[in-house]
């Protein structure tokens, strides 16, 4: 850790910062799954940010080969050069699954991510002679990012409301899979996933099947409804419709995927059932740089590849492939691998959920798979004033030096992603934190 010398000087920040009430500490420095902040006090970092950080803080593998990177070549555009850095992190990505994917699309966030995989949809369409196809269909209470076409796929009011004029037509949504909230009073897992399905087949045919595009999904549900697996055999009957309408299967795991759920990606953990393109971000570089990434299937790249002449992929973005995030999220994905960090992941997810479990009775539902837990509250609990009891609870184990990730306004529930890293002493203070903010702001609300 760094000494703490930094300020914290909001009042004259010239940044927008999210919030125009809110003071933010200054994040001085970082070890480990700690962040230490201007004065010196540590935060145990128990969402990875977003599901980000996954290695910690101050990896050195990683600071050592984004320094080298720097100096042997730090940006050279994609028009005219590759680099090695690129060359090797697509070759690694493809290694997770050599029968499933061909090529890596490089950009720089999630939502670049899933604007990309949108349009390389559209384009395999328009390279396989059906220029109808446009439609999207995606759920409610998804959420893809923040610019517009994401936003479109998404369905996050607070953040779709103010901008609704400006989204596209082009995508319809249908009902969420969340089986502990949504089954039916006597309905099974699989009469649950019929009836997504028949909903799915009427909007289809409602649509016009030769218009639709792809369909596209989180494999676990993260930002808006906190860390919900698809149900058993949901991802397999959506490959089905769309093998049977011809249309492409999206999953975006930038919040899910590359190991955060203990396998590399989220949907090996969900029956195996692989999609044509995979959106992938967040713990891909660790959050050391900005990096995301699409994972293009065989099937979609030979539509491409046979028609690049009559018509190229014309999307492209200046900071796609940057070589310093490539080397970063190379490095990232070694000590991934090097490490056994996934065997953790599975280890402390289930010692992380079994404890929420045993020290949590009086909460609604504990859900999730590997370190990528929710915690939902029973609305029956005490509300403070003006408050979500998810957002007093975050808010009161910040205060007691713990930060967990708030859900949308879709679910009163907070997000544990910590780092891959974590012990298990490390798993058992953000648990003790935890409940010992629940009880406080119980106590507060009375
Ligand atoms: N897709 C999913 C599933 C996400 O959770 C997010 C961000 O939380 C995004 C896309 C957008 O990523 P970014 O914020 O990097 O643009």
Not at 62 to 71: M, N, S
Not at 150 to 176: E, I, T, Y
């Amino acid at each position: 850790m760094i000494a703490p010398t930094l300020s914290s000087i909001p009042a004259t920040s010239a940044i927008l910062h999210r919030s125009f009430s809110k003071e933010y500490p200054t994040a001085a420095s970082g070890q480990g799954v700690y962040i230490q902040d201007h004065t010196g006090r540590l935060v145990l970092d128990g969402s990875s940010g977003a599901a980000v950080s996954c290695l910690g803080h101050g990896h050195k593998k990683v600071i050592e080969a984004i320094v080298e990177q720097a100096q042997q070549m730090s940006f050279a555009h994609t028009s005219f050069f590759t680099s090695d850095p690129a060359e090797n992190l697509a070759s690694v990505l493809i290694s997770t699954c050599p029968d499933v994917f061909s090529k890596v699309m490089f950009v720089s966030s999630g939502s670049e991510a899933v604007e990309s995989a949108l349009k390389l949809a559209r384009q395999y369409h328009l390279c396989n002679g059906q220029p109808d196809r446009h439609i999207f269909i995606s759920r409610r209470f998804a959420y893809h990012g923040n610019t517009l076409g994401a936003l479109s796929a998404g369905f996050n009011p607070p953040r779709r409301d103010p901008f609704q004029p400006m989204l596209s037509q082009a995508f319809r949504h249908v009902s969420p899979c969340f089986f502990t909230r949504d089954g039916l009073p006597g309905e099974d897992e699989e009469s649950y996933v019929d009836r997504l399905v028949a909903e799915y087949e009427t909007t289809i045919s409602s649509l016009g099947s030769e218009k639709i595009a792809a369909i596209i999904v989180e494999p676990v549900s993260g930002a808006t409804l906190g860390a919900v697996p698809a149900a058993r055999g949901y991802l397999g009957r959506l490959r089905e419709l769309c093998d049977r309408y011809g249309c492409l299967l999206i999953f975006d795991e930038v919040m899910c995927g590359m190991g955060r759920v203990g396998t590399m990606h989220a949907w090996q953990s969900l029956g195996g059932i692989a999609p044509d393109l995979q959106t992938i971000g967040k713990g891909l570089g660790a959050g050391y740089q900005p990096i995301s990434a699409i994972l293009i299937a065989n099937k979609v790249h030979a539509v491409l590849e046979r028609n690049h002449e009559q018509r190229p992929f014309v999307s492209g973005h200046t900071y796609q492939g940057h070589s310093i995030g490539c080397a970063a999220a190379l490095a990232t994905q070694r000590a991934i691998a090097e490490d056994k960090l996934l065997d953790n992941v599975r280890r402390m997810g289930e010692r992380l959920s079994r404890r929420l479990k045993k020290e949590t009775p009086m909460l609604k539902e504990v859900r999730g798979l590997g370190l990528f837990q929710a915690v939902e509250f029973a609305t029956a609990t005490a509300t403070p004033p003006g408050s979500s009891i998810a957002a007093a609870v975050a808010s009161t184990c910040l205060e007691n030096g713990v930060a967990v990730y708030l859900c949308s306004s879709a679910v009163d529930a907070v997000l544990f992603a910590p780092p891959f890293i974590i012990s298990e002493s490390e798993i058992d203070k953000l648990v003790d934190v935890f409940v010992q903010s629940v009880k406080q702001t119980i106590e507060k609300a009375k």
